[in-house]
């Protein structure tokens, strides 16, 4: 049983398109995230969800927008996929908000051409 | 700016040997994290640190916190191949609402 799962794991679209990648955990977290790992390796935060509620939304271009159906559930939605948005995407989820011990997604690779 | 610095970005041990990698931090940390990731998959949790001099250990490796919490290394001991992989510091600076700061990482390579 997959604790945080993410979908698809490999992505490959043209610039210009919309895509979704899909992420849910099964381990009752009230907290969950988006990361985003660039081709350094740099993992940097872009959103956070606490039940439900946006608490962190760093600077990230607003062509990107998390949706929280549920608290087992944060999707991310990019618009007008640009070059630049090629990376590793990384959910995670944790307990609460100030339990960060994150249990992360086996991360999705998104190539934009 | 970076506020956490690891170091060494990348080494190459053989196998059997001790290593250490450090992560320093620009401010007082809330708590310490340490991530392993595997080539190409996601980030497993290895140990957390929150008290200054606070030491755990998991198997062969051993982390430790600073007492002023501001830095933190993680230790392997009679490293072995599986050791292999890109090890992470992640940094919480508050009790709430905020997700971990990571460092750069540092990839490590154990050769027979």
């Known amino acids: 049983d997959t604790a945080v799962s993410q979908t698809p794991k490999y992505l490959v679209t043209q610039m210009g398109n919309d895509k979704s990648i899909k992420c849910e955990q099964n381990l009752g977290h009230d907290t969950m995230y988006w990361y985003k790992q660039d081709s350094k390796k740099f993992l940097k935060i872009m959103f956070s969800y606490n039940n439900k509620e946006l608490i962190i939304n760093e600077t990230v271009p607003n062509r990107f927008s998390p949706k929280s159906p549920d608290k087992a559930h944060l999707n991310l939605h990019i618009n007008s996929l640009e070059l630049g948005d090629s990376a590793v995407y990384f959910c995670a989820s944790s307990p609460s908000e100030a339990r960060s011990e994150a249990f992360f997604g086996q991360g999705t690779r998104l190539t934009v051409v | 700016s970076q506020e956490l610095e690891q170091s060494p970005q990348s080494l190459i041990v053989q196998e059997g040997k001790n290593l250490t990698i450090n992560c320093t931090s620009s401010?007082?940390?809330?708590?310490l994290y340490w991530y392993k990731q595997k080539y190409g998959e996601g980030l497993i949790f290895l140990m957390m640190?929150?008290?200054?001099?606070e030491e755990k250990s998991h198997e062969k490796i051993t982390a430790k916190l600073d007492e002023k919490k501001q830095q933190s290394s993680l230790h392997i001991t009679a490293s072995q191949p599986s050791h292999a992989g890109i090890y992470l510091c992640g940094a919480q600076y508050s009790n709430s609402g905020y997700a971990l700061n990571f460092g750069k990482g540092t990839s490590l390579l154990v050769t027979p």
């Open positions: 401010k007082t940390l809330y708590g």
């Open positions: 640190l929150q008290k200054g001099g």
